[in-house]
């Protein structure tokens, strides 16, 4: 079974401005338009992923707890298994975290965030290797000036990657995460420049004329094989019109020290980049916000496969629902191996931190892809071959604090 994406990422996921003096460091948005779909959309989103996600507003000296405890029943089937089970974190990862920041004058600021995963339904820690595995990081910004941040953070590719994904990449309940995947392309092939890195030093520039440029570079915890860098990656994005445009492009290599992050022997892997591309977009047509994105992945070993992804969404605030769907198609140079597969969401608000929500997962594989969805390492890898089709159900609830 492959499992794309999952050994380097927990859950990615949008954000959005929260002022206009804000470093935007997300999916870029028109903030000089009127109050939107694509604003609504959104709205929701803010609670859940902590205070100044969104960009770091000057002036303001604070330290907050904050976190999100999210659990599902979840029913899957594949090749005619089939596990019904609770499962943690099908739209938020359940986490706490900290953040602070401090006003040191003249528009510069510093901050800090340390988050943790945690799974709700048995209490265990997200990763026993990395205690806050989703954040560990200490930066400083002027709106003049841009934004320096170093730790354990998203690279400029993996920020990238939210604009492509309407369920902002859930590591069980989007098909993007699934699809987006390069376990299956060969020696050295990854997907590790999407995620949170250590060792990430990562600058923003200030947002000019709705344009702004983001690079990172991350060393390899364990740089005895291969070039001592895990990832660098830059990106452009622009905001305007009602739309929001994101070009990225990052070459990594994966890092021994890293459980999953090596296919094929460690030694020949480690010294294999992989380029990756993204293309995005998202635009508010007013009844709905409309997305499509396309990635190629590109790993440099001779005689590995080359990955394209096509993928396209749509979200809409309604009534108190926030109704989402997502298609992608995901095709490679390897002959019959192909997949495409959809998830269908919606999240029923009964206030504005607390919502009961369902979502329906498909994914079809060709006869030489046996991609998963709506993973667990204990169950529902063991269920996935060659062909098979899978299909996920789930039924849940979060809270955000």
Not at 257 to 274: D, E, I
């Amino acid at each position: 079974m492959k499992n794309p994406l999952l050994t380097s990422l927990a859950v990615l996921y949008c954000c959005l401005p929260v002022s206009s003096q804000a470093q935007d460091l997300s999916i870029p948005f028109d903030e000089n338009a009127t109050k939107s779909q694509y604003q609504a959309v959104l709205a929701p989103i803010a609670i859940g992923v902590g205070p100044s996600a969104f960009g770091v507003t000057s002036g303001q000296s604070f330290v907050t707890l904050y976190g999100s405890v999210d659990l599902a029943i979840n029913y899957i089937n594949a090749g005619g298994k089939s596990i019904v089970r609770e499962q943690s974190g099908n739209v938020w990862t359940s986490k706490f975290g900290f953040y602070g920041q401090e006003d040191l004058g003249s528009q510069w600021t510093t901050f800090f965030r340390l988050e943790s995963g945690f799974y709700a339904n048995n209490g265990a820690v997200q990763d026993s290797s990395s205690f806050f595995n989703r954040g560990s990081f200490v930066g400083i910004t002027n709106p003049e000036y841009g934004q320096l941040s170093l730790g354990r953070q998203y690279t400029s590719l993996g920020t990238a990657v939210l604009g492509a994904d309407t369920f902002y990449v859930n590591a069980h309940d989007a098909v993007f995460a699934y699809l987006a995947g390069a376990s299956d392309l060969g020696t050295g092939a990854t997907t590790d420049g999407y995620a949170r890195l250590n060792n990430t030093i990562r600058y923003v520039t200030p947002r000019i004329g709705g344009l702004q440029a983001d690079v990172s570079y991350s060393f390899k915890s364990d740089q005895s094989i291969g070039p001592a860098v895990h990832a660098r990656s830059a990106a452009v994005s622009y905001a305007g019109f009602g739309s929001s445009v994101y070009l990225a492009y990052g070459q990594t290599w994966c890092d021994p020290a890293v459980a999953g992050s090596c296919t094929g022997t460690s030694r020949v892997a480690a010294a294999t980049r992989t380029d990756n591309y993204i293309a995005s977009v998202v635009h508010d047509f007013g009844p709905l916000v409309g997305q499509a994105a396309y990635l190629r992945t590109v790993p440099k070993f001779a005689g590995d496969g080359i990955a394209n992804l096509y993928i396209v969404g749509a979200q809409k605030m309604w009534h108190g629902n926030l109704l989402r769907a997502s298609f992608g198609f995901r095709d490679t140079t390897i002959e019959q191996d192909y997949a495409y597969g959809t998830t269908l969401g919606i999240d029923h608000f009964l206030s504005k931190r607390t919502a009961v929500y369902a979502r329906f997962g498909l994914v079809k594989n060709g006869p030489k892809s046996d991609l998963t969805y709506n993973y667990d390492s204990t169950s529902s890898s063991t269920l996935v071959g060659n062909g098979h089709t899978v299909t996920s159900v789930t039924l849940g609830m979060y809270t955000n604090f």
